[in-house]
């Protein structure tokens, strides 16, 4: 089957399965629900039988490695840094405080209101 037949057909059956879902609005939400997973599903087994589907199931898959990968901060590491960068937006906060009153300050003084 052509590449664009298969996408084409994949989109359609996603559509269809959105269309079902909210047509559907009289029956209960379970049945809805079913509707749009097997459409869905259908959708997504012709699409992984695309070289684009192929080709993002591949990089589904090493984005999940890598983020397994990923070592995560401790609790402890996690309050220090919290705590160091609340200690760094008051000081920035202080500092930019005083930076306002002064020019306005100088303003007022420039505008003979001070």
Not at 26 to 47: D, E, I, S, W
Not at 87 to 111: E, K
């Amino acid at each position: 089957m052509n590449i664009n037949i298969r996408l084409t057909l994949s989109f359609l059956l996603f559509v269809a399965g959105l269309l079902g879902f909210y047509l559907l609005s009289a029956q209960p939400t379970v049945v809805r629900l079913l509707v749009l997973l097997v459409a869905t599903g259908f959708a997504f087994g012709v699409f992984s039988k695309t070289s684009q589907g192929q080709e993002t199931i591949r990089f589904v898959n090493n984005a999940l490695t890598e983020a397994k990968k990923v070592v995560w901060p401790t609790r402890k590491e996690t309050i220090q840094m919290t705590s160091v960068v609340l200690v760094l937006v008051a000081i920035a906060a202080v500092i930019l405080g005083l930076v306002d009153t002064g020019f306005s300050y100088i303003i007022n003084l420039l505008l003979g209101q001070g």
